[in-house]
């Protein structure tokens, strides 16, 4: 079965530090992986997705990932971190094999990324 | 603009009553889904629905019920047979983006409190 981890619970940077959360995934085929960004009391805002394309990607805010098949990793990095990026981030995996083409994600439980001034 | 509304974003009501919490889109899109958010517990999926008038239970769909009479919405009630219904309520709506791959987007939520 899918699973994901997100390795820590809580990180805290300094403004204009890089940001590194991180995440393996479990997955018995081949997963399309996701990060998303939550703000407090708001919903969950996609930041970038691998869907076995590009292994190094692109997201939005400056936020890119890298997906290495060989240590089951999908690690969320920012060169320089900036106040508004504090949130709660969520490492998400989609296998096409066990969700049965459904649309299901599997969310990991979440990191709380605190920048400081 | 296109989008999921969800309403209202903040209820409460009386442990025993049961209570229904909305969600609609604009998106055209024919997956629905609706999460329960706990603190330190990520999102777990309650009930899902691929396309209209069929849904399918989550992981913990006990003591909520769903309806999908139309594309664009697919209410959630929280029962009074949900043991700990005090919770912060996603839902979702996905589009294809690959093979098999499906791409969610969500609310803004809504926070329920039961006392």
């Known amino acids: 079965a899918q699973s994901v981890t997100q390795l820590d619970s809580h990180v805290s940077v300094s403004e204009g530090t890089p940001v590194l959360l991180r995440c393996n995934y479990s997955s018995s085929y081949s997963p399309s992986l996701f990060w998303y960004v939550q703000h407090p009391n708001k919903g969950l805002q996609l930041l970038l997705k691998?869907?076995?394309?590009?292994?190094l990607v692109k997201g939005i805010n400056g936020f890119e990932a890298e997906f290495k098949k060989s240590e089951t990793s999908f690690h969320l990095t920012k060169p320089s971190a900036h106040m508004s990026d504090a949130a709660e981030y969520f490492c998400v995996v989609s296998d096409p094999s066990g969700s049965g083409n459904t649309g299901k994600l599997i969310f990991g439980q979440g990191t709380t990324l605190q920048v400081k001034p | 603009d296109g989008g999921i509304t969800q309403s209202p974003k903040y209820l409460f009501r009386k442990e025993g009553q049961n209570v229904t919490l909305s969600c609609e889109q604009n998106?055209?899109?024919?997956?629905m889904y609706w999460y329960r958010q706990d603190p330190g517990q990520g999102l777990r999926l309650i009930y899902y629905s691929q396309i209209v008038n069929d849904f399918q239970k989550g992981d913990i769909a006990e003591g909520y019920s769903v309806s999908r009479e139309k594309k664009e919405s697919f209410p959630l009630t929280v029962t009074s047979a949900q043991k700990n219904p005090t919770a912060f309520y996603l839902c979702?709506?996905?589009?294809?983006?690959?093979?098999?791959?499906?791409?969610?987007?969500f609310g803004p939520g809504t926070r329920l409190t039961v006392t």
């Open positions: 691998y869907t076995s394309a590009a292994t």
């Open positions: 998106l055209n899109h024919d997956a």
């Open positions: 979702a709506s996905s589009k294809p983006v690959g093979v098999a791959t499906y791409e969610q987007y």
